[in-house]
């Protein structure tokens, strides 16, 4: 709750503080409400004025360039004798059916109506020379002037009109008919000299100045607003966009709904451990992108360029993809909301968030910035090109700007997130995958000085860590961590290595000189050393959990009996570690591999993992590992009686897994293998080839 309404008071205060209420509204046309002059004197350039005159001049029609083509006349009067003759050779066939012969001659003539063709086959020779005349006549006379594209259809209306009178009508209708479809331009526009000589004329129009004094009344209150009056009150920034405080409660109203879902989201998602720093984290990395989007959003050069996207991704590498997705499209919408209900800005954001996320989520490698800066490239370009589309404004040039624009979004979302991740997880006390990957190196100061001060106990942790990096994979937690986890989490033994048993190879166990109790507490203090020196390497808090919980508060037994053997008082509390038990998933499948490995491997190093078969001798009979499972078991439930795995979040199922996963990774290990005959050596012969090429399987 505390965090919606810190998160809510700093957007509503931000808001606040940029609204600009007192604004003046005005617009081409309309009337205005009061009396507005000029705050100073000043002369500049009409931008109005001057672009009238340049399309003034730009439209003068001497700017047209005509060009003739001397081929349009004698190719249409060519193409009306063909069609002429065409009609003469049907008229003249007397055998064909009447129906026949219209459709051809009204082949012949484009637009010929079927009335007219049945007129022409009616006519008289004397009367058909006469219209055939006259119809080359009237085309001949229209040809000899000049006809523009756009005059084309008035001329072919004049046809009739200008049909000689000594004509029957019906016969001057025909000439008309078969001369219009021949009428075609014969001059047209020369469109690269005309728009030159447009664009010239337009260049040499100077800019138009004004001036205006200081005191002279713009606009007067109820006369119209025009043109030349709203360039000047845009040049003294006398007007600014309209926002009201109706508007300012209706954005503040929204605010809330958002944030109030967001809070609800947050309740029921968010992990059990999650401290007030992931809540802190979360707030900012949703405040930083809508404050500064206030600001740039208003641009719409830099709106496609924002990089939103990056609070988003640096979510995803500290936090998780899911929480990631979700509070980039919390992110777009209050982008959308603050910059005037934008429904494009709420959905780039969001596809853009998605994109980045996806890509960079547990990122083990530096080059994946760089494709998640792709992808959020990708997206906010294919976003912004699909709206401009929508919109109808979208062209090669638009296309060109907005690829552009996503380009430098994605490169600017990748490089806050590279520069920044690491500072944040850092302050925040989170650990993240590359930072995982560097802390596994073997070069590591403390792993050197394990590996080679402990090898016993480096040996271990690696086995150890195999089997937690498998088990926390299939209950699905993070396997990487838990790998690393385990290398670190005996560290504590390189101050006193040959105290722990791994460690003592053949020399003697220096507890047989000391009481339990002595050696009880020494066995603990490898935890507390482990974290002391985990501090001091300044190793990332979860790692450093992991140490202190690896044996939570359990009994160690040994030492426990060697006490109660020896007939003295022994409270129990003295032989148990000191805890906590662990508190998450990885935490408490790191104690059951560490518990469970070193259980295997003592019985493995006394001879009890295998059994023999019935026909088994030692040598040649089956070998079963039953006891391996039975281990496994009964360290599991021993943990689980002792209520080791009570806070953390593992369930009997999950245990099930684990148990499984464990049992499948140690008989790969400790598999049985078969002891190598001697080779008999005859005097005097080598060994066969077969011989020294056959081995047995390991």
Same mark, same amino acid.
């Given at each position: 709750?505390?965090?919606?309404? +810190?998160?809510?008071?700093?957007?509503?205060?931000?808001?606040?503080?940029?609204?600009?209420?007192?604004?003046?509204?005005?617009?081409?046309?309309?009337?205005?409400?009061?009396?507005?002059?000029?705050?100073?004197?000043?002369?500049?350039?009409?931008?109005?004025?001057?672009?009238?005159?340049?399309?003034?001049?730009?439209?003068?029609?001497?700017?047209?360039?005509?060009?003739?083509?001397?081929?349009?006349?004698?190719?249409?009067?060519? +193409?009306?004798?063909? +069609?002429?003759?065409?009609?003469?050779?049907?008229?003249?066939?007397?055998?064909?059916?009447?129906?026949?012969?219209?459709?051809?001659?009204?082949?012949?003539?484009?637009?010929?109506?079927?009335?007219?063709?049945?007129?022409?086959?009616?006519?008289?020779?004397?009367?058909?020379?006469?219209?055939?005349?006259?119809?080359?006549?009237?085309?001949?006379?229209?040809?000899?002037?000049?006809?523009?594209?756009?005059?084309?259809?008035?001329?072919?209306?004049?046809?009739?009109?200008?049909?000689?009178?000594?004509?029957?009508?019906?016969?001057?209708?025909?000439?008309?008919?078969?001369?219009?479809?021949?009428?075609?331009?014969?001059?047209?526009?020369?469109?690269?000299?005309?728009?030159?000589?447009?664009?010239?004329?337009?260049?040499?129009?100077?800019?138009?100045?004004?001036?205006?004094?200081?005191?002279?009344?713009?606009?007067?209150?109820?006369?119209?607003?025009?043109?030349?009056?709203?360039?000047?009150?845009?040049?003294?920034?006398?007007?600014?966009?309209?926002?009201?405080?109706?508007?300012?409660?209706?954005?503040?109203?929204?605010?809330?709904?958002?944030?109030?879902?967001?809070?609800?989201?947050?309740?029921?998602?968010?992990?059990?451990?999650?401290?007030?720093?992931?809540?802190?984290?979360?707030?900012?990395?949703?405040?930083?992108?809508?404050?500064?989007?206030?600001?740039?959003?208003?641009?719409?050069?830099?709106?496609?360029?924002?990089?939103?996207?990056?609070?988003?991704?640096?979510?995803?590498?500290?936090?998780?993809?899911?929480?990631?997705?979700?509070?980039?499209?919390?992110?777009?919408?209050?982008?959308?909301?603050?910059?005037?209900?934008?429904?494009?800005?709420?959905?780039?954001?969001?596809?853009?968030?998605?994109?980045?996320?996806?890509?960079?989520?547990?990122?083990?490698?530096?080059?994946?910035?760089?494709?998640?800066?792709?992808?959020?490239?990708?997206?906010?370009?294919?976003?912004?090109?699909?709206?401009?589309?929508?919109?109808?404004?979208?062209?090669?040039?638009?296309?060109?700007?907005?690829?552009?624009?996503?380009?430098?979004?994605?490169?600017?979302?990748?490089?806050?997130?590279?520069?920044?991740?690491?500072?944040?997880?850092?302050?925040?006390?989170?650990?993240?995958?590359?930072?995982?990957?560097?802390?596994?190196?073997?070069?590591?100061?403390?792993?050197?000085?394990?590996?080679?001060?402990?090898?016993?106990?480096?040996?271990?942790?690696?086995?150890?860590?195999?089997?937690?990096?498998?088990?926390?994979?299939?209950?699905?937690?993070?396997?990487?961590?838990?790998?690393?986890?385990?290398?670190?989490?005996?560290?504590?033994?390189?101050?006193?290595?040959?105290?722990?048993?791994?460690?003592?190879?053949?020399?003697?166990?220096?507890?047989?000189?000391?009481?339990?109790?002595?050696?009880?507490?020494?066995?603990?203090?490898?935890?507390?050393?482990?974290?002391?020196?985990?501090?001091?390497?300044?190793?990332?808090?979860?790692?450093?959990?992991?140490?202190?919980?690896?044996?939570?508060?359990?009994?160690?037994?040994?030492?426990?009996?060697?006490?109660?053997?020896?007939?003295?008082?022994?409270?129990?509390?003295?032989?148990?570690?000191?805890?906590?038990?662990?508190?998450?998933?990885?935490?408490?499948?790191?104690?059951? +591999?560490?518990?469970?490995?070193?259980?295997?491997?003592?019985?493995?190093?006394?001879?009890?993992?295998?059994?023999?078969?019935?026909?088994?001798?030692?040598?040649?009979?089956?070998?079963?590992?039953?006891?391996?499972?039975?281990?496994?078991?009964?360290?599991?439930?021993?943990?689980?009686?002792?209520?080791?795995?009570?806070?953390?979040?593992?369930?009997?199922?999950?245990?099930?897994?684990?148990?499984?996963?464990?049992?499948?990774?140690?008989?790969?290990?400790?598999?049985?293998?078969?002891?190598?005959?001697?080779?008999?050596?005859?005097?005097?012969?080598?060994?066969?080839?077969?011989?020294?090429?056959?081995?047995?399987?390991?």
């Amino acid at each position: 709750m505390a965090f919606g309404l +810190a998160l809510l008071a700093i957007l509503v205060l931000v808001l606040y503080a940029t609204w600009e209420s007192d604004a003046l509204t005005l617009k081409v046309g309309q009337i205005a409400d009061r009396t507005l002059k000029a705050p100073r004197t000043a002369t500049f350039v009409s931008e109005t004025r001057t672009e009238a005159k340049r399309q003034e001049a730009y439209d003068d029609v001497r700017n047209i360039v005509l060009r003739t083509d001397p081929a349009v006349a004698p190719n249409q009067t060519a +193409a009306l004798r063909q +069609a002429l003759t065409a009609i003469d050779t049907v008229r003249s066939d007397r055998n064909q059916e009447r129906t026949r012969a219209v459709d051809r001659i009204r082949g012949t003539v484009e637009g010929l109506t079927a009335e007219e063709a049945q007129a022409i086959l009616s006519l008289s020779d004397e009367s058909w020379a006469r219209v055939r005349s006259e119809a080359e006549r009237l085309l001949d006379t229209a040809l000899m002037n000049q006809i523009r594209a756009e005059d084309v259809a008035e001329v072919k209306e004049q046809m009739l009109s200008r049909a000689s009178l000594f004509l029957s009508n019906p016969e001057r209708q025909l000439a008309a008919a078969l001369s219009r479809p021949f009428v075609q331009a014969n001059v047209h526009v020369d469109e690269e000299r005309t728009q030159a000589a447009r664009e010239a004329a337009a260049q040499a129009v100077e800019p138009v100045y004004v001036t205006v004094q200081e005191g002279e009344v713009i606009v007067r209150d109820g006369d119209p607003v025009t043109r030349e009056a709203m360039e000047k009150l845009e040049y003294f920034e006398l007007l600014s966009p309209s926002e009201t405080w109706d508007q300012f409660f209706g954005v503040v109203s929204l605010l809330l709904l958002l944030t109030s879902a967001l809070v609800l989201y947050l309740y029921r998602v968010a992990p059990a451990d999650w401290q007030a720093r992931h809540l802190i984290l979360v707030g900012l990395v949703i405040l930083v992108p809508v404050v500064v989007g206030r600001f740039v959003l208003g641009h719409p050069d830099l709106r496609y360029m924002f990089p939103a996207a990056a609070a988003a991704m640096l979510l995803a590498i500290l936090i998780d993809f899911q929480i990631a997705a979700v509070i980039g499209g919390v992110i777009g919408l209050y982008l959308g909301i603050i910059s005037g209900t934008s429904y494009e800005i709420a959905f780039i954001t969001f596809v853009a968030s998605v994109a980045g996320s996806a890509v960079i989520w547990r990122a083990d490698r530096t080059m994946t910035f760089l494709w998640a800066g792709g992808a959020v490239a990708l997206a906010t370009g294919a976003s912004a090109t699909l709206f401009a589309l929508v919109s109808g404004n979208l062209d090669m040039m638009r296309f060109g700007s907005l690829m552009v624009d996503g380009a430098v979004n994605g490169a600017l979302a990748a490089s806050l997130t590279f520069l920044s991740f690491s500072l944040f997880g850092r302050v925040f006390g989170i650990t993240t995958h590359l930072q995982l990957l560097e802390l596994a190196h073997p070069n590591q100061p403390l792993l050197y000085r394990l590996a080679r001060e402990a090898p016993g106990t480096y040996h271990h942790s690696i086995v150890v860590s195999n089997l937690a990096e498998s088990a926390v994979e299939v209950v699905g937690g993070d396997p990487l961590f838990a790998r690393v986890a385990v290398l670190y989490h005996d560290i504590g033994k390189v101050l006193r290595p040959s105290f722990f048993v791994e460690n003592q190879a053949n020399r003697a166990n220096v507890h047989e000189a000391l009481d339990p109790r002595t050696s009880a507490r020494i066995i603990q203090e490898h935890v507390s050393d482990g974290v002391r020196l985990a501090r001091k390497a300044r190793l990332p808090q979860p790692i450093i959990d992991v140490i202190q919980q690896h044996h939570g508060t359990t009994l160690i037994k040994y030492f426990y009996n060697r006490a109660l053997n020896s007939g003295e008082d022994v409270e129990e509390s003295e032989f148990r570690y000191p805890g906590p038990r662990p508190q998450t998933r990885e935490a408490g499948i790191i104690m059951l +591999a560490d518990s469970v490995e070193a259980a295997v491997r003592a019985a493995a190093q006394a001879g009890r993992l295998f059994e023999e078969g019935a026909e088994g001798n030692g040598t040649g009979g089956e070998r079963r590992t039953g006891k391996l499972a039975e281990i496994v078991d009964s360290v599991i439930r021993e943990r689980l009686d002792d209520g080791q795995l009570d806070e953390c979040d593992l369930t009997l199922k999950q245990i099930e897994l684990v148990r499984q996963t464990f049992i499948s990774i140690l008989e790969g290990i400790y598999h049985p293998r078969i002891e190598y005959p001697e080779l008999k050596r005859v005097a005097g012969t080598s060994l066969a080839p077969e011989a020294t090429a056959t081995e047995a399987p390991s």
